[in-house]
Structures are given as C-alpha cells and as structure tokens.
C-alpha cells in the first residue's frame, strides 16, 4: 500500500511534542487531565508547543468527563481562546442524554472554529446509534475525522465496526477519514491498513513508563516503521 499512514500522537507538553516529532509522528493531539480522558489544555501550553515542533496539532476542545457538553458558551470561549493561542486545528466531540449527538453544541463551537479542520472524538464510540450520528453531521464545516477503537471497551471488541465503517469510505456520512485509536496495539496494524484504514492514534503506547512518564520517541518510532512496512 503505497499511501503512508498517519501516525497521531497524545502530547501534555512541550516534551511530549518534540519527542513525538523525534519519533516520526505526523500530527500531535493536545490534551490535559488525562485522567479525564483528555481535557482542554492551557493556551500557554498550546502557544509553547506551537514553538517547539513543527508538525500539525488538534487541541481538544472539552472542559470535563464524560461526553455532555456543559456550558456551551464556556466551550465557546475556549475555542476562541485557543484560536487565539495559535490553533488552527481541534478535537471535540458532544453527546445528548440519549446517546445522540448534540448538534446544538456542536454547531456553537464550529461556528467558532470558522472553517478550522476538527476531529469528532471518541464520543461516537459511546452514542446510540453510530450510523446517525455519522449522517447527522455530514456536511459540517471543518469536520475531516473521526476517533475511533469501534466500540467503547477499544479495539478488540471494536475491530468488526471498524472493517465495516471503513468498506463504507466515501459514501454520506462515510468521507471523513477514520482515526482509530483507543486499546490500539501494533498486532491491530496489518489487518486495519489491509482494510484501508489510514490513520493511527496512539497516547500509552507512546509511554513505555506509563502516563505518569513522558512519550518516547523510541516508542513512536517502533509505530513509524511499523506503520511504514505494512
């Protein structure tokens, strides 16, 4: 398969970034409070990271666990607060108390993006009705990615999904690129890329410490070459 993998990688800090880069990534995610699943970050971190490497970076754009929304207007300003840091790229992601997505919340922080590329996170991996929430938001401005192991408990159990999300590749709802992370091991490689899955997504991977560790590039180069050789 001639079409080089993307390689996307957790980063918490400025040492987190240059390693990744190091490494071989091709983009970084930035997040904090990975005990929260990942949080909005510090604009100073953002602004940091932006000087230090040179590689593509999505800032997520959430401010507490779970998958609700909250304040919307709070997520607004973040979002303009980070634009104004230096991000030009995000990942966010909204749930309704049913399991749908919130369009509403959505919509609000998009229209704050103006035009700036974003990742649907994991949150699609917790709604009802996958299929729905897909052609919902087809057609949103900005929207290129989803991030995704398939099913909540990661990879393993969501591997099914994820072959048959990817056979429907360019199809409505279908033309944003899967991002598959979540439980994601290098074991899952081959048969992903075989499916013509493109794009990885790795955060303890990349910490042979654990995530009270920083990322090493040793760690992202062993997924570079692995990604490189399939």
Known sequence: MSTRALLEVIALDVEDAVAAQTGGADRLELVTDIAADGLTPRAGTVTAIRAAVDIPLRVMLRLADGFAAGETGRLVDAAREM????????????????????????????????????????????????????????????????????????????????????????????????????????????????????????????RPAGWTGPVSSAAVAEWREALDAV
Not at 150 to 163: C, F, Y
Not at 164 to 193: D, F, N, T
């Open 83 to 206: 634009r104004e840091a230096g991000a030009s790229e995000f990942v966010l992601g909204f749930l309704d108390p049913h399991g749908g997505v919130d369009v509403y919340a959505v919509e609000r922080v998009v229209a704050e993006l103006d035009g700036c590329a974003w990742t649907f996170h994991r949150a699609i991996d917790r709604a009802a009705d996958r299929d729905a929430l897909r052609k919902q938001l087809d057609g949103m401005p900005g929207l290129d990615a989803y991030l995704t192991a398939g099913a909540a408990s990661g990879v393993d159990d969501g591997m099914p999904t994820l072959l048959s999300e990817a056979a429907h590749r360019g199809e409505p709802g279908y033309e944003q690129q899967i991002l598959v992370g979540g439980g994601l091991r290098l074991e899952h490689v081959p048969r992903l890329r075989s499916a013509g899955v493109e794009a990885f997504h790795i955060g303890g991977a990349a």
